[in-house]
Each structure stands twice: as structure tokens, then as C-alpha cells.
């Protein structure tokens, strides 16, 4: 199964590569929330292909929402993480996909057409990038590591916009990203570029694939008050498992 999900993330890269040199339109769905018709290319291209390999499989995609087929088992499908990213020309963007069964994770594949690294985990039998196992960083100090985060669409209204647990934790490490792509975010983690990432307000299709990739390197994941992580909730901190409990006192301080 894992390599017939690689061949059609590889494939809606190849179709977002093609928007991105021959140009695509952009709509908003909300003040700073984008969408163009590669996200909607990717995602046909994506459904269509899963309906046939899979046809008594749910999908759940960004923007065509549900398709209710089965109970047991449900596809994440974000067909372009970093929209925002994609239409500014910036180079950091994937297609996340994933697999859960009665509501755990069980297959992850999260892929960047622009740099060709694609991640990928199942359950129980480690996490790997092109072929190549991956592994967590070993770095316990908090003070010696990198983080990423994110920020919710709402920065500029919502209270909880996360400025607070940013600045702190900045000064308390060597630094925190905000590349702009949850799912590579995890996945950078989980190949021991990043020590930890924590966002908010996320979706399931932004957190699915990349948190059992996560997992798999050895990672530890969990809400951002150290609660056990939902797959289908709206936030997440993973880390190395080293320096878990130094971010948590950060972000529930």
C-alpha cells in the first residue's frame, strides 16, 4: 500500500511543480487564508486516484470535505500544505496523506516536490525518507536546539495567538522557524532538523501524516498542555521527547 501512496504523492507534486512554473490563480478564504487551483488539481488528482485503489475507503480532504464510504478506515488528504508559501514563490510547500483505522494513524506520507524528499511511516515499522530510516535528534538542552511553530490565520484577532510561547521559547533555545508547513515541520523534526514544533488551531490533514511520521523516528507527541494527542483535534507539540517537558512548561506557563 505504501508505495502505491508514494506514487500519487510523487505525481500531485509533479502537478503542483506544473502550476508553479506555468502559473495558477488565487482565491481567499479568509483575510490571510489562500487557496489556488493547484491545491484543487493536487486534490482531484489525489481523490480520484485513492477512489480507485481504495474504493470502500472515507476521504477526508481540505477542500472537498468529506466522502463517507467506511467507518474503519479514513484518508487525511491535504493536497498542498503551505499554500501561502506555494503562492509567493517560496520553495517550502508538500502533499501530507494519511491513513487511520477506527481512528489511529496507521500511514503517513508527507512530500516536498521541490526538494524530492518524501517522508514516509507505518505503524510499527519506523519512519524513513526516501528509503532511508530517520531518527529524532539526541539533543536534550532545550538552550542547544531549533524549534519551528506556526500561527493561527486569526493572528491578528485571536487572543491565543501564540506570540508569548514564541518569544519565550526563542530565548530559550537557539532559535525558533516559522517555515509556514505544519506537515514538514513534523517531519523535520522527525529527522532530527528541529528538536520540537508546536502549533494551534491546526486541521487533522495538517497533522495526521507528519505525527506518526513523528512517532515512528521516535519522537514524542502530544497536545500543547501535554495531554495525549488527537489525530482529529486541532493542535500538537512533537519533539525529540528530550526536551518535551521544558516546552510544555513554556507553552502552559
Known sequence: ?????????????????????????????????????????????????FTKLFPHHSICA????????????????????GTTN?????PYFAISLALAKGGEIILGIVY???SKECFAAER????YVNGERIKVSK??????????????????TNPDDNMRAFEEAYKASQGVRRPGAAALDLCHVACGRFEAFWE????PWDMAAGSLIVTEAGGQISDCNGHPFN????EILASNGLVHGEILQILVD
Open 139 to 156: 539533543e536534550p538542552v532545550l538552550q542547544n536546539s531549533l524549534l519551528a511553530t506556526g500561527f493561527p490565520y486569526d493572528v491578528a
Open 124 to 127: 510499527g515499522s519506523g519512519a
Open 86 to 90: 506555494f503562492a509567493h514563490g517560496f
Open 200 to 203: 494551534k488551531y491546526l486541521k
Open 1 to 49: 500500500m505504501i508505495e502505491k501512496v508514494q506514487a500519487v504523492a510523487l505525481a500531485a507534486g509533479d502537478i503542483l511543480l506544473d502550476k508553479m512554473h506555468s502559473g495558477f490563480s488565487i482565491e481567499q478564504k479568509g483575510s490571510i487564508d489562500l487557496v489556488t487551483d493547484a491545491d484543487r488539481a493536487s486534490e482531484q488528482y489525489i481523490v480520484e486516484q
Open 231 to 234: 489525530p482529529l483535534g486541532s
Open 62 to 81: 481540505e477542500e472537498g470535505g468529506w466522502t463517507e464510504r467506511s467507518d474503519e478506515f479514513v484518508w487525511y488528504i491535504d493536497p498542498l500544505d
Open 112 to 114: 516536498n516536490p521541490v
